[in-house]
C-alpha cells in the first residue's frame, strides 16, 4: 500500500510539472510590427536605407521562430515592394494592425520601426509618430503581455520615458539628445540596424540581443571617430526578462 501511494504522488508530480513546460514561452505566437518610416536619406535623396532594414529584419524574425502570418511589415510606398505586402506607414494603419495581430495571438508583442528621427519623435511618412502617441499605439494593442519595442532613428531616446513599463523592453538607437548614424545615399542599413541585423542570429533571447546591438555600435562608431557617439538607450521592465522566449 504504501509502494503505491509512493507511485501515485510520484506520478502526480510529474503531471504537475507538464504544463509548466509546456507553457515555456515561444515566439510562434508572438505578434510582430517592422516599419520604415521614411525613403530619403539625410541629405533628401532617395533612399533604400529603411526598406532595406524593414525587409531584412522581419526575414529574422521569422528564422528565430515568429511565425509568418503574424509578422506584418509598413512602408511609405507600400506599392513599390508587392512581395512583401507592406501596409502603409501610418500611426492609425499600425495601431489598427498590432491590435489585429494582438487578438489572434496570445504570447507577446514586438514593435520594430526605423527612420529618421527628431526630439518630437519619429518620422512616419509626412507626419512625426511621437511618444506618447506611440505608447498609446503599443498599450491600446498589447496591453500588460510582454512587449519589446525598438526604435531605430536620432534623438529616439526620446521614447524611454513614454515607453518604459514593467512588462516591457525598449531599445533605441541613441540617447535623446543624439543622432544616430548610417543614413546617407550609398548605405545599405543605418548602423543601429545593421548591428541589429547582425546580432540577431548570435543572440539568445532579447536581452542579450540589445547589449550585442548597443557594444556592436559603440565599436562601429570608435572605430570611425565618431566624435559624439550616438549611446543607444535599453529600459528593462522589473518582470520582462522571465517573461521572454529564447531562441538559441
Same mark, same amino acid.
Given at each position: 500500500?504504501?509502494?503505491?501511494?509512493?507511485?501515485?504522488?510520484?506520478?502526480?508530480?510529474?503531471?504537475?510539472? /507538464?504544463? *509548466?513546460?509546456?507553457?515555456? +514561452? $515561444?515566439?510562434?505566437?508572438? !505578434? #510582430?510590427?517592422?516599419?520604415?518610416?521614411?525613403?530619403? @536619406?539625410?541629405?533628401?535623396?532617395?533612399?533604400?536605407?529603411?526598406?532595406?532594414?524593414?525587409?531584412?529584419?522581419?526575414?529574422?524574425?521569422?528564422?528565430?521562430?515568429?511565425?509568418?502570418?503574424?509578422?506584418?511589415?509598413?512602408?511609405?510606398?507600400?506599392?513599390?515592394?508587392?512581395?512583401?505586402?507592406?501596409?502603409?506607414?501610418?500611426?492609425?494603419?499600425?495601431?489598427?494592425?498590432?491590435?489585429?495581430?494582438?487578438?489572434?495571438?496570445?504570447?507577446?508583442?514586438?514593435?520594430?520601426?526605423?527612420?529618421?528621427?527628431?526630439?518630437?519623435?519619429?518620422?512616419?511618412?509626412?507626419?512625426?509618430?511621437?511618444?506618447?502617441?506611440?505608447?498609446?499605439?503599443? /498599450?491600446? *494593442?498589447?496591453?500588460?503581455? +510582454? $512587449?519589446?519595442?525598438?526604435? !531605430? #532613428?536620432?534623438?529616439?531616446?526620446?521614447?524611454?520615458? @513614454?515607453?518604459?513599463?514593467?512588462?516591457?523592453?525598449?531599445?533605441?538607437?541613441?540617447?535623446?539628445?543624439?543622432?544616430?548614424?548610417?543614413?546617407?545615399?550609398?548605405?545599405?542599413?543605418?548602423?543601429?540596424?545593421?548591428?541589429?541585423?547582425?546580432?540577431?542570429?548570435?543572440?539568445?533571447?532579447?536581452?542579450?540581443?540589445?547589449?550585442?546591438?548597443?557594444?556592436?555600435?559603440?565599436?562601429?562608431?570608435?572605430?570611425?571617430?565618431?566624435?559624439?557617439?550616438?549611446?543607444?538607450?535599453?529600459?528593462?521592465?522589473?518582470?520582462?526578462?522571465?517573461?521572454?522566449?529564447?531562441?538559441?
Amino acid at each position: 500500500m504504501r509502494l503505491k501511494l509512493m507511485f501515485a504522488a510520484l506520478f502526480a508530480a510529474l503531471i504537475s510539472v /507538464t504544463p *509548466a513546460l509546456a507553457a515555456a +514561452p $515561444t515566439l510562434a505566437n508572438w !505578434a #510582430a510590427v517592422v516599419v520604415a518610416g521614411d525613403w530619403h @536619406a539625410h541629405s533628401g535623396a532617395p533612399s533604400e536605407v529603411f526598406d532595406n532594414a524593414r525587409r531584412d529584419i522581419a526575414a529574422d524574425l521569422l528564422r528565430i521562430g515568429f511565425s509568418p502570418a503574424n509578422v506584418v511589415q509598413f512602408s511609405v510606398r507600400p506599392a513599390r515592394y508587392p512581395e512583401f505586402a507592406p501596409r502603409n506607414s501610418d500611426g492609425q494603419t499600425i495601431a489598427t494592425t498590432l491590435w489585429d495581430l494582438s487578438n489572434r495571438t496570445d504570447g507577446g508583442c514586438l514593435a520594430y520601426f526605423t527612420s529618421h528621427g527628431s526630439t518630437d519623435g519619429i518620422v512616419m511618412g509626412d507626419d512625426t509618430l511621437g511618444p506618447t502617441r506611440m505608447n498609446q499605439l503599443i /498599450t491600446n *494593442a498589447c496591453g500588460d503581455r +510582454p $512587449t519589446v519595442v525598438i526604435v !531605430a #532613428a536620432c534623438f529616439s531616446g526620446v521614447f524611454v520615458p @513614454a515607453l518604459a513599463a514593467s512588462n516591457r523592453m525598449v531599445l533605441t538607437a541613441a540617447r535623446p539628445d543624439r543622432t544616430s548614424f548610417g543614413c546617407g545615399e550609398q548605405d545599405r542599413y543605418t548602423f543601429f540596424d545593421t548591428c541589429m541585423l547582425q546580432s540577431l542570429p548570435s543572440s539568445g533571447d532579447f536581452p542579450d540581443l540589445a547589449r550585442n546591438v548597443i557594444g556592436c555600435v559603440a565599436a562601429r562608431e570608435k572605430k570611425d571617430g565618431i566624435k559624439y557617439p550616438s549611446e543607444p538607450q535599453l529600459s528593462m521592465g522589473a518582470d520582462i526578462a522571465a517573461l521572454l522566449p529564447r531562441w538559441r
